[in-house]
């Protein structure tokens, strides 16, 4: 799995719509989950809602992905 581009494309999604943006706050995981296509391993959630919510915010994600890939 590319947590970056994950990341990355669900920011590019979400970040574009704010029907999104709402389900994104509402339940993250699961609106990334259908957005990626992937099922989230358990345990890497809270760090990529983090991710995705911090390129939102306009923070860099680099340094949180790049601690959660040392988790895989």
Known sequence: MD???TIDDV???VK???DLLKKFQDDPVKTI???SGIDIPD???D???AG???AL???TASGLIDKVKNLL
């Open 3 to 5: 947590i970056k581009k």
């Open 11 to 13: 920011v590019a999604k």
């Open 16 to 18: 574009n719509d704010p």
């Open 33 to 35: 989950e259908s957005l």
């Open 43 to 45: 345990g890497m959630e």
């Open 47 to 49: 760090k990529i809602v």
């Open 52 to 54: 995705v919510k911090s």
């Open 57 to 59: 915010s306009g923070n």
